[in-house]
């Protein structure tokens, strides 16, 4: 069993042709009703500091809703070029007095939740800082390699050549165990704001290529949760979401 799964999970990185190193970090925070702005403040006076912009990577504040069993209301995002310039600026972060004064004005208003780490497989779509609103379907795939070829398979079909936004096929490689179960993978899709999605959704739904794909989806994952983000702010600190691609 062992051999299949190192199998498929090679099969997809091939498929892919990801560069694993780029990685992304989500902390998910259950911040205090009426308290938002609160850990607001202080996650823009920690990207403010020179130790926050001494790194390359790009720093996104989510707010999370309709996340069902996830108590989580808020998200730090944090996408690296590698691990590498992650592990470096951890080494200068920790123990430092902006990390001790985030930790201090946050420990009283938000409760960590969970946190994940994820390596992006492959991207369709225009990849934008524009778009603000993210739909998120965590799942465990017991068919990656299918999951991929069906994304691939939905994104180049004649229905689908108008996408607004743009989606990603995402690998989580640590931190499986969520609040709602386990997750192996995440299908990411940005629209500029909710009527995109619905409009879009509106016209997909009557496509020959979604029916398709909705085969595909049966046969090869389970959906663990699914919910929706938006982007309050963002701090590009040498490194944006289109370098992460």
């Given at each position: ?5 190192i ?28 308290k ?19 790194r ?73 800082s ?26 180049a ?6 996408f ?41 739904v ?27 702010t ?12």
């Open positions: 069993m062992q051999s299949k799964i199998g498929a999970l090679l099969g997809l990185a091939a498929a892919a042709g990801i560069q694993a190193a780029e990685t992304a970090l989500v902390y998910e925070f259950a911040v205090e009703p009426g938002a702005g609160v850990f607001a403040e202080a996650f823009t006076q920690l990207q403010n500091t020179e130790i926050a912009q001494d390359k990577a790009q720093i996104q504040l989510q707010s999370s809703s309709f996340n069902g069993a996830n108590p989580a209301t808020h998200r730090v995002t944090v996408l690296y070029p590698s691990l590498q310039e992650f592990e470096t600026w951890m080494a200068k972060f920790n123990g430092s007095q902006a990390q001790v004064a985030f930790q201090e004005a946050t420990s009283s208003v938000a409760t960590p939740v969970s946190q994940y780490m994820a390596n992006p497989l492959k991207s369709w779509g225009e990849v934008s524009a778009d603000q609103t993210w739909d998120i379907a965590r799942i465990s795939a017991t068919n990656p390699v299918a999951v991929l070829q069906g994304l691939d398979a939905l994104m079909a004649p229905d689908t050549q108008d607004p936004g743009q989606l990603w096929l995402v690998q989580v490689s640590r931190g499986q165990a969520s609040p709602a179960g386990h997750v192996s993978h995440e299908i990411v899709v940005g629209y500029e704001s909710l009527a995109e999605m619905e409009t879009w959704m509106d016209t997909l009557q496509t020959e290529a979604w029916s398709t794909w909705l085969g595909v989806a049966a046969k090869s994952f389970t959906i663990t949760n699914r919910y929706h983000i938006n982007w309050l963002a701090f590009e600190h040498g490194y944006t979401l289109e370098d992460f691609e």
